[in-house]
């Protein structure tokens, strides 16, 4: 039988280049949109279609809860002021469960504020992206913090060879030094794991790491580093082919 159980909203989250906003957010949608253009030609007795550039965008909703001192962007205003209209590329990831839709090179288009004379101080923002959308299954907690060199939990991807690259968050640390981010696969839950993709991060930071699509039906992830002050927190998302 089919689980019909349903996720609570409180599985969501979303991630935002380094930061991890989930804890200073009210809710998040994605909405996808694909429209046709009707045109005629001469000689045709019907109209003709033309089917538009895919949309994507996620409206972020949140509270104000105060503006944090450079570098310390890791507050929703400033997050989102800092990248509105930016040419630097964003990568956001919003995670619905075990789902995730992640735009790379997209940007901020709107910030909002509601300040209402009674009531709390709102701020809605949207990231918007022309096709460039990645669905990937969540393989990484939420809120996976790690000692160097620990294995994560490991996910199906309910079948083998079904996916060829990953998204990488990484947050949570200072210093300077290097993070070994991974991803290992295996035939099974509890057989033997073997490196499939593997990056490193000098700076918290995201980023879309593809490989040829040939990973093993289980994967999880496997964070190391050195020279920085820990725990790093990751999540990742195994991209679909």
């Given at each position: 039988?089919?689980?019909y159980?349903?996720?609570?909203?409180?599985a969501a989250r979303i991630?935002?280049d380094?930061f991890?906003?989930?804890?200073?957010?009210?809710?998040?949608?994605?909405?996808a949109e694909?429209q046709?253009?009707?045109?005629?030609?001469?000689?045709e007795?019907?109209?003709?279609?033309?089917v538009t550039t895919?949309e994507?965008s996620i409206?972020?909703?949140?509270?104000?809860?105060g503006?944090?001192?450079q570098?310390n962007?890791g507050?929703?205003?400033?997050?989102?002021f800092?990248?509105?209209g930016?040419?630097?590329?964003?990568?956001?990831?919003?995670t619905l469960?075990s789902v995730s839709?992640?735009?790379i090179g997209?940007?901020?288009?709107?910030?909002?504020?509601?300040?209402?004379v009674?009531?709390?101080?709102?701020?809605d923002g949207?990231?918007?992206?022309?096709?460039?959308l990645?669905?990937?299954?969540?393989i990484?907690?939420?809120?996976?913090?790690t000692?160097?060199g620990?294995?994560?939990?490991p996910?199906d991807?309910?079948?083998?060879?079904?996916?060829?690259?990953?998204?990488?968050h990484?947050y949570?640390?200072?210093g300077a030094?290097?993070?070994?981010?991974?991803?290992?696969?295996?035939?099974?839950s509890?057989g033997?794991y073997?490196d499939?993709?593997?990056?490193?991060f000098?700076?918290?930071?995201?980023?879309?790491?593809?490989g040829?699509p040939?990973?093993?039906r289980?994967?999880?992830?496997?964070?190391s580093?050195?020279?920085f002050?820990?725990?790093?927190t990751?999540?990742?998302s195994i991209?679909?082919?």
């Open positions: 039988m089919p689980d159980t349903a996720v609570p909203g409180s991630y935002i380094e991890e906003l989930s804890q200073q957010s009210s809710g998040a949608e994605f909405n694909l046709t253009e009707t045109y005629n030609i001469m000689g007795a019907t109209a003709q279609q033309y895919p994507y409206p972020h909703h949140g509270y104000y809860t503006h944090g001192a570098p962007l507050y929703f205003e400033e997050t989102l800092s990248r509105l930016s040419n630097t590329p964003v990568t956001v990831t919003l469960g839709y992640t735009f997209t940007w901020g288009s709107q910030l909002n504020i509601s300040a209402p009674e009531g709390l101080i709102t701020i949207n990231w918007s992206s022309p096709d460039s990645i669905r990937g299954a969540a990484a907690g939420a809120d996976y913090a000692a160097a620990s294995n994560g939990t996910i991807l309910g079948a083998a060879g079904v996916a060829d690259g990953v998204v990488f990484v949570g640390f200072t030094g290097t993070v070994t981010a991974k991803i290992q696969t295996s035939a099974t509890g033997t073997t499939w993709l593997t990056t490193t000098t700076a918290p930071g995201a980023k879309l790491v593809t040829s040939n990973p093993n289980w994967a999880r992830v496997v964070i580093w050195t020279g002050t820990g725990p790093v990751a999540f990742a991209k679909y082919i």
